[in-house]
């Protein structure tokens, strides 16, 4: 069993640039959930994907944004980068929508010069 | 963005200690997780609380969700080196979204 992946690993970016940041869930789950972990704090909940279709949406603007493919496998984009961006991002992987069990990937490590 | 009150902060333990962090809320949820990150990882999920009161072990690691709903409890016993960690707890009500909370770091002395 494949358990979830992200990339890429470290990401370095300057302010106003675009980034895209992918994850392929855990064999057998639909469900994929996108976190921003800054230094020292817990994650926060940015979006949720279920079949293809934003599902739950936190306290983040428009400029983040996501999809979800076929195969289940998503992806994170934020425009216009801020320095407060700078941060850990995590998905996480969920056999249905609704579970509370969470599956997380390592993250993607972005820094916003 | 809320996040849920853990404690303590951090933890300075001996190997072999027994530990005990907990997590508070000021809302119900009914559905109570505890996680481990490493240094450079993602969560890593420990043990999942369903019921008010149930108590839930994991090997050395025992968890209880509060009898209010509204908070809960860790415990490790006999702490070991890869222990070490930040231990997070998270809180679901309904179908929503998971509050993660602040966080508990652990450290382990030989």
């Known amino acids: 069993e494949t358990g979830v992946t992200q990339s890429p690993t470290h990401l370095i970016k300057t302010r106003g640039q675009q980034v895209t940041l992918r994850c392929s869930s855990q064999?057998?789950?639909?469900?994929v959930s996108w976190y921003q972990q800054a230094l020292g704090q817990g994650p926060q909940f940015i979006f949720q994907?279920?079949?293809?279709?934003?599902?739950g949406r936190g306290n983040f603007p428009p400029r983040f944004s996501g999809l979800q493919f076929p195969n289940y496998s998503s992806e994170l984009n934020v425009n216009a980068l801020e320095l407060d961006d700078s941060a850990l991002y995590l998905c996480?992987?969920?056999?249905?929508?609704?579970?509370?069990?969470?599956?997380f990937g390592p993250g993607t490590r972005l820094t916003v010069l | 963005g809320q996040q849920l009150n853990q404690s303590p902060q951090s933890m300075f333990i001996q190997e072999g200690e027994d530990v005990s962090m907990n997590c508070t809320s000021s809302?119900?949820?009914?559905?109570w997780l505890w996680y481990k990150q490493d240094p450079g990882e993602g969560p890593v999920l420990l043990i999942a609380?369903?019921?008010?009161?149930e108590l839930t072990s994991n090997g050395r690691l025992t968890a209880q969700f509060g009898i209010t709903r509204k908070d809960s409890f860790l415990n490790i016993s006999a702490s070991i080196p890869s222990d070490v960690g930040i231990y997070f707890c998270?809180?679901?009500?309904?179908?929503?979204?998971?509050?993660f909370g602040t966080g508990t770091r652990l450290q382990v002395f030989p």
């Open positions: 809302s119900i949820f009914n559905t």
């Open positions: 609380l369903y019921k008010a009161g």
């Open positions: 998270a809180g679901q009500w309904g179908t929503d979204k998971l509050i």
């Open positions: 064999s057998g789950h639909n469900t």
């Open positions: 994907y279920y079949r293809e279709e934003e599902n």
């Open positions: 996480a992987s969920s056999l249905e929508s609704g579970r509370a069990e969470q599956f």
